[in-house]
């Protein structure tokens, strides 16, 4: 069920989620929060609802021209004591893990658990940042202010050298959806994925020293959009995280272990 709820556009696997236990699903860069096929699967084996929200300046939800990883967490809130939801394992792929992040820290009465896949880290303003990264050109400009990354998605195209074998198999089969609902994303515009790409390279807004969840930092070892050395950060920055590595997935092949990773 698609409806806005404080001014977000919202999914919700079931049409009452009030009292349920859910699986709050953070999109990655670009996505139109549509809940995926294997998301709502790996879900259902585990008896979580799926709520997805669309980020400011994706799909329906409006733009938030400044915001922070912290900014979107708190917009969150309101939506979830609307939705009236039990408890929330919050799960974030590539550019929803700082957001699933951040929601465990805006609150952490609600967030018990996190679960991110390929996440970056804080931005440290030093290029070991980027090392690792096949196509760093949109973090890169970002850093350099808005007109800087607003000129680089003028002429930006897609490195396929992004992506291995393994991860161009996973967009053939079980996450293919991922890929089309990329594409869609895409169709809207770039405003989406030019602010990510700002809050990503700009402070956060959230203390992970402070966040009480129990996070699963599941990173593929070949990962060339986000690589390892970021969730070995974030496994050093949070107090109770464990790093499940995957010697053979790159950047989109790791979310084949989302039902394990909920599992564990």
């Known amino acids: 069920m698609r409806r806005r709820i404080a001014g977000l556009d919202v999914h919700t696997s079931v049409d009452d989620v009030a009292g349920l236990d859910v699986l709050l699903w953070h999109h990655g860069s670009p996505q139109t929060g549509a809940i995926l096929p294997p998301v709502q699967r790996a879900a259902d ?3 979580l609802a799926v709520v997805s929200v669309a980020r400011p300046a994706y799909a329906g939800s409006p733009r938030q021209p400044g915001r922070t990883v912290a900014d979107v967490a708190a917009g969150l809130v309101p939506v979830l004591e609307a939705l009236g939801v039990a408890s929330v394992v919050s799960v974030g792929a590539s550019g929803g893990g700082p957001h699933a992040l951040a929601c465990a820290a805006a609150m952490p009465e609600l967030v018990g658990q996190v679960v991110t896949f390929a996440s970056p880290a804080p931005f ?3 290029e070991a940042w980027f090392a690792g990264m096949q196509a760093p050109g949109g973090l890169r400009s970002a850093v350099e202010g808005e ?3 607003r000129r680089f998605a003028e002429t930006d195209e897609f490195d396929s050298e992004q992506f291995v074998d393994a991860d161009f198999a996973a ?3 079980e996450w293919a959806s991922l890929g089309v609902d990329a594409g869609a994303a895409e169709a809207d515009g770039p405003e989406g994925l030019i602010d990510d ?11 992970l020293a402070e966040v009480s969840a129990s996070v699963l930092l599941v990173q593929g070892e070949r990962d060339r959009v986000i690589p390892p050395a970021h969730a070995r950060m974030l496994e050093a920055s949070l107090p109770h995280a464990t790093l499940d590595l995957h010697p053979d997935d790159g950047h989109v092949s790791v979310l084949r272990h989302l039902e394990a990773a909920l599992a564990r």
């Open 197 to 207: 790409d700002l809050a990503f390279t700009r402070p956060w807004g959230v203390a």
């Open 171 to 173: 967009l053939e089969g």
């Open 147 to 149: 007109g800087s990354r």
């Open 45 to 47: 084996a585990h008896g």
């Open 124 to 126: 440290t303003d030093d």
